[in-house]
């Protein structure tokens, strides 16, 4: 139960490079389990839900060897289809076992995820695709057992543009015996990082990004090298600390296209943002303008961006207003900012913000991961010291947090 002590009030500065992205590295993670063949991915970030996702892998029969930000996967043998139930309610990312050990063993038995701090985050929509595929699922209090004979093409229509659902598909589909759509697909970037090595890997497959994608069933699929691409949420989390400290950063290692939403956002409320091929500049001289946001499914505004924006917006020059659709208890962090003197009223889906000229140091309880973030901006932004506690929820997707930001000229240190 580690926190953080953060004497805030300073502008950042410097540059620092952006991790690869969480949300990449576990759907690849679980492509691994698809051939037997060795997988090397670069790029990886050493995170906490990474690691549990390698110690799934592990009990699952593979072996894994993590070096650096380098993770090689060779999952010869899979010597069991059970997921080991305590690792696999730690990530809910887990779920995304279930399609590739589908595809690879036929068989699956593992515990429903559960809920989380942000919502009860049902899989209906991964089951409904599963059993499209030719899955039979039975559901014995939380323990799901899942079989078939052989996975069959099918014809998937998502109700809502799931990102868990679409990759779970997707793993599933790569082996199956036949041609499989995914209508109404979600088009995150990270669903077109796991097409690219699911290529890379022999499979075909196309159309991850849009809508509608496409996938022939292939007999086996081999070993490959890839990199993660860089997490977008990490870099729309470093321009919102720059813009709550009124700061000056030079992102690198980002791909501006991805962080599209946040940078538009900004920019209106006029921080100043260059743009170049795989980095960003910004900087942000004065109280910034209030503005309205609601997430939905990219590419519209992202949800894992939604609490970072309200600490930029109770900073800000006016009334913002901040709505969530994606996921239902995505607020918590409110009252947490409340704590430092944000005047904030929560209504139904948004969040009405008042900015204030600053912010006055706290003690703050991380509720979530991207809440957690938040509140390490909040105590960033305060004059004085702000502790932020819980901060293993900002572990399970943040690498080595507080050495970048030292590196930027942050006061912060970490109390085990
Ligand atoms: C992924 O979660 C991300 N996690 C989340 O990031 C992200 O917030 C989310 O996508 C939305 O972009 C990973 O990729 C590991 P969804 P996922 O299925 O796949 C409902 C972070 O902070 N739904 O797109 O679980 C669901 O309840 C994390 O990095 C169903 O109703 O999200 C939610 O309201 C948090 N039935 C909405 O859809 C289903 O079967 C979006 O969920 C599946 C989802």
């Keep these: 139960m580690g926190r953080f002590i953060i004497n805030g009030g300073i502008p950042l500065r410097g540059e620092v490079a952006v991790s690869g992205a969480k949300n990449s590295a576990l759907p690849l993670l679980a492509a691994c389990l698809l051939t037997e063949e060795e997988v090397v991915l670069h790029n990886c970030p050493r995170i906490g839900d990474v690691f549990s996702m390698q110690g799934i892998l592990e009990k699952l029969g593979a072996h894994v060897r993590f070096s650096g930000n380098t993770i090689c996967v060779a999952a010869k043998e899979i010597e069991t289809v059970a997921m080991p139930e305590k690792l696999s309610k730690k990530i809910r990312s887990s779920i995304f076992l279930l399609g590739s050990m589908l595809g690879r063993m036929r068989r699956a038995v593992f515990q429903y995820p559960g809920g989380c701090e942000i919502g009860a985050r049902p899989i209906d929509q991964h089951l409904d695709a599963l059993r499209k595929l030719g899955v039979g699922i039975e559901e014995e209090m939380d323990t799901i057992h899942c079989r078939t004979e052989a996975l069959r093409g099918a014809h998937i229509r998502l109700s809502y543009p799931s990102v868990g659902a679409t990759e779970n598909a997707i793993l599933a589909a790569m082996l199956a015996e036949g041609t499989t759509t995914i209508e109404n697909a979600a088009r995150e970037p990270e669903i077109v990082d796991l097409q690219n090595l699911l290529l890379a890997m022999?499979?075909?497959?196309?159309?991850?990004?849009?809508?509608?994608i496409v996938i022939e069933g292939?007999?086996?699929?081999?070993?490959a090298e890839h990199t993660c691409i860089p997490d977008r949420i990490e870099a729309g989390t470093f321009l919102a600390a720059a813009a709550v400290t009124r700061g000056e950063l030079h992102l690198l290692s980002v791909n501006p296209g991805d962080v599209r939403g946040?940078?538009?956002?900004l920019r209106g409320a006029g921080a100043r943002i260059r743009e170049e091929e795989d980095s960003l500049w910004i900087r942000v001289g004065g109280r910034l303008e209030p503005f309205h946001l609601t997430t939905n499914p990219y590419p519209d505004f992202p949800t894992d961006m939604q609490a970072q924006m309200c600490v930029v917006a109770a900073l800000s020059n006016g009334v913002s207003r901040i709505t969530e659709t994606v996921f239902e208890n995505r607020m918590r962090h409110i009252d947490e900012l409340k704590k430092a003197g944000a005047e904030a009223e929560v209504k139904g889906h948004s969040a009405f913000i008042s900015g204030v000229y600053s912010l006055h140091p706290a003690d703050f309880?991380?509720?979530?991961?991207?809440?957690?973030?938040?509140?390490?901006?909040?105590?960033?932004a305060a004059q004085g010291q702000s502790t932020v506690s819980r901060i293993e929820y900002i572990d399970r997707g943040y690498e080595a947090l507080e050495y970048k930001?030292?590196?930027?000229?942050?006061?912060?240190?970490r109390e085990c």
Excluded: C, F, M
């Design 365 to 380: 309880t991380a509720t979530d991961l991207r809440g957690g973030a938040a509140l390490v901006l909040a105590a960033l």
């Design 218 to 223: 292939v007999s086996r699929l081999h070993g």
């Design 405 to 413: 930001l030292s590196s930027l000229g942050a006061d912060i240190r």
């Design 262 to 265: 946040t940078i538009d956002i």
């Design 202 to 212: 022999g499979g075909k497959i196309r159309g991850a990004g849009n809508s509608r």
